[in-house]
């Protein structure tokens, strides 16, 4: 009955010899990708069931509660679930350990910033987790600019990027007369001091919006169109947020935040 429900992929995982096999479970829209290590076996198991194959063992895993990793014996089908996402393991001949790989959990979420440039949709809070590199949020120039999204659940994050903005004014966007007027095409001098606009940031990260705690602090300035990547590894979270200190414009392309 769970295979019905579930569409599951195994490949092989051509990039390292560490992890030869990956397998890649999804419902609908949501998607969780296992990297399997060869005759090993996690410590300290929650939990124990008999199933038909490694990737009913991954399945099972996905949609047991906080289940981040299992091994499974190819001989007596035994199916052992883990709470831990980077569980201690040790040597055991015929199982196969698979473990949850992060995965990006802000993208469609619900986001607010403190303010949207000139009130213009193209720049509202949404479009830093759209998935587009091409779309950005932009504040206007504020104390304290901020961008918060709400993950929805909680989860165990690991590690968040940043795509600092890459380009000025778009000569695509759907202005008003009045509104392109009032903005100027940025030269090659302008784009420099856009990109520098990120510096300064704290990243926050909290269950709650009143409890908050720092995930990273970024001096920079940022380059144009800088990838960040901020290692945060931290549980029981459910909100991320970007703000500068200082008085400054906040714009960025994406925010992703990869979680178990």
């Known amino acids: 009955m769970i295979l019905q429900c579930w569409t599951v992929i195994f490949y092989m995982h051509i990039l390292t010899s560490i992890l030869p096999y990956e397998v890649v479970a999804f419902k609908s829209n949501r998607q969780e990708t296992f990297s399997i290590e060869i005759n090993r076996i996690i410590l300290s198991p929650q939990t124990s069931s008999i199933v038909s194959s490694s990737i009913a063992c991954a399945v099972l895993c996905i949609l047991t509660m906080n289940c981040c990793s299992a091994s499974y014996n190819e001989d007596s089908k035994i199916c052992l679930l883990g709470s831990h996402c980077s569980p201690e393991m040790e040597d055991s001949a015929n199982f196969k350990t698979l473990i949850k790989k992060p995965r990006d959990v802000a993208y469609g979420k619900s986001a607010k910033q403190s303010s949207v440039f000139r009130n213009l949709p193209i720049y509202i809070a949404s479009r830093a987790v759209d998935g587009d590199l091409n779309t950005w949020i932009h504040t206007e120039h504020d104390n304290m600019p901020f961008w918060i999204v709400d993950l929805e659940k909680i989860y165990k994050i690991k590690w968040i990027e940043i795509f600092n903005i890459n380009k000025g004014f778009r000569s695509s966007d759907t202005l008003t007369n009045k509104i392109k007027l009032n903005l100027q095409y940025c030269d090659t001098k302008c784009l420099s001091i856009i990109g520098k606009r990120l510096h300064d940031l704290d990243i926050t990260v909290g269950p709650t919006e009143d ?49 178990w």
């Open 211 to 259: 409890e908050m705690k720092l995930c990273a602090h970024y001096v920079g300035p940022a380059k144009l169109g800088e990838h960040l990547v901020f290692e945060c590894l931290h549980e029981d979270i459910r909100y991320v947020k970007l703000m500068i200190n200082g008085t400054e414009i906040l714009h960025v392309l994406e925010v992703k935040v990869y979680a």
